[in-house]
Structure formats: C-alpha cells, structure tokens
Antibody, heavy 121, light 109 residues
Framework: EVQVVESGGGLVQPGGSLRLSCAAS????????MDWVRQAPGKGLEWIGR??????????ETAASLRGRFTLSRDDSENSLHLQMNSLTSEDTAVYYC????????????WGQGTMVTVSS | EIVLTQSPGTLSLSPGERATLSCGAS???????LAWYQQKPGQAPRLLIY???SRATGIPDRFSGSGSGTDFTLTISRLEPEDSAVYYC??????????FGQGTKLEIK
C-alpha cells in the first residue's frame, strides 16, 4: 500500500525539543521531494518546509517564521523523513503532516494521517 | 509571498446543487501551480485538483477546477452528503513558500 505514516508526536514542555518521523512505503521514496505541513487546532494549513531528493542534493527550504528552530532531514535507506523541532512554544501546538510531492507536477499528492504535538507545561 | 484568499468562508447547500468556491491570489500564480484539497473532520487533506484544472487520481468528475493568473475556482456539481468538508487552495511548485488559503467550509444541508 502506498502510504506515509507520521510518528513521534506527544506532549512537550515549552522550550523543549521533539523529533518527528515519517515512514514511507509502497513507492520509491528516494525519487520524491517531501514536505511537512501543520495545522493548529481549529485552524488552517501551514506549510513548514521541504527536503529535496538526492538528485537535488537533499536541499531544504523552511518557512521563514520557523527557520532556525525547525530542521528537515531524510534517510533514503530507511525510507524515512524527519522533522527536528527546537525551542517549542504553545504556538507550535498542532497536528503535523508529512506530504509527498508529486514528481511530475509538484502538488502534494499523498498525505499521512498526522501526529499531534502539544506544547504545554 | 503570495497570499491566497478564499471565499466564501462557509457555504451551505443542498444535495444535488452546485458549489462554487473561489480562490484569489495576491500575485499571479505561475504555470497554474494551483491545487485544491479536501479535508474532512479528523482526516488528512486529500488532493483534488492540481495544475488549476486537472483532477487527481480517483477524483470524480463532479469536481472541476478552472482559472489562471490570480483567480481560480473549484466547482462541485451534483453535491452529495459526503462532500461536506473544508476545501483549501494552495499555491505550490518549486519556489517556496507554498501557501494555503484559509479554507472554505462546505456544509450539505
């Protein structure tokens, strides 16, 4: 089955760190760019960042408001994607989704079910 | 950064009717890199339309997209109860940020 599955969410104190993972299966993960998107409770979708494929040197892009705190990485040998989040605040409370970027068009054509991150003391 | 504004905020229609959802961009969206997603409560978003007018795999032909430049439309004909959801437009492509509109909530009476 073609899917991506996020994990690693949970409760973290303000100022803390968390590393999210996204496991891919059923497709050639190494061919694709991958993105992270989040959604605060009751709010809309917010793009977090992108990591390109090996052919594009695993280049990353991060939303300006998150740069310096959030870091994307991937391990093609494990078909996995990661999001390292540091200096977390309550405003980072959200469901975090990983999404596959379509190879030929670039839209987000496959999404995981998301993992919830709650930042609270 | 391109800002996307969706209207209306909420739309309430009956089964069998047609829904027209709008997405306006603050700058021209190049190469029609405009997508529409459907999100039902408790679920992840699902790609409906890419390239402004191309249906994603498995999407019924009741869903259609149109537009170019700064004005885009998602039309859902012959509404069914399962179409109740929030719909988001997104500017995507290869030059970030890949912003989303704020969403339109579609309610089926």
């Amino acid at each position: 089955e073609v899917q991506v599955v996020e994990s690693g969410g949970g409760l973290v104190q303000p100022g803390g760190s968390l590393r999210l993972s996204c496991a891919a299966s059923g497709f050639t993960f190494s061919d694709h760019y991958m993105d992270w998107v989040r959604q605060a409770p009751g709010k809309g979708l917010e793009w977090i960042g992108r990591i390109r494929n090996k052919a594009n040197r695993y280049g990353t892009e991060t939303a300006a408001s998150l740069r310096g705190r959030f870091t994307l990485s991937r391990d093609d040998s494990e078909n996995s994607l990661h999001l390292q989040m540091n200096s977390l605040t309550s405003e980072d409370t959200a469901v975090y989704y990983c999404a596959r970027v379509g190879r030929w068009d670039g839209a987000f054509d496959l999404w995981g079910q998301g993992t919830m991150v709650t930042v609270s003391s | 950064e391109i800002v996307l504004t969706q209207s209306p905020g909420t739309l309430s229609l009956s089964p069998g009717e047609r829904a027209t959802l709008s997405c306006g961009a603050s700058q021209s969206v190049s190469s029609s890199y405009l997508a529409w997603y459907q999100q039902k409560p408790g679920q992840a978003p699902r790609l409906l339309i890419y390239g402004a007018s191309s249906r994603a795999t498995g999407i019924p032909d009741r869903f259609s997209g149109s537009g170019s430049g700064t004005d885009f439309t998602l039309t859902i004909s012959r509404l069914e109860p399962e179409d109740s959801a929030v719909y988001y437009c997104q500017r995507y492509g290869y030059s970030p940020p890949f912003t989303f509109g704020q969403g339109t909530k579609l309610e089926i009476k």
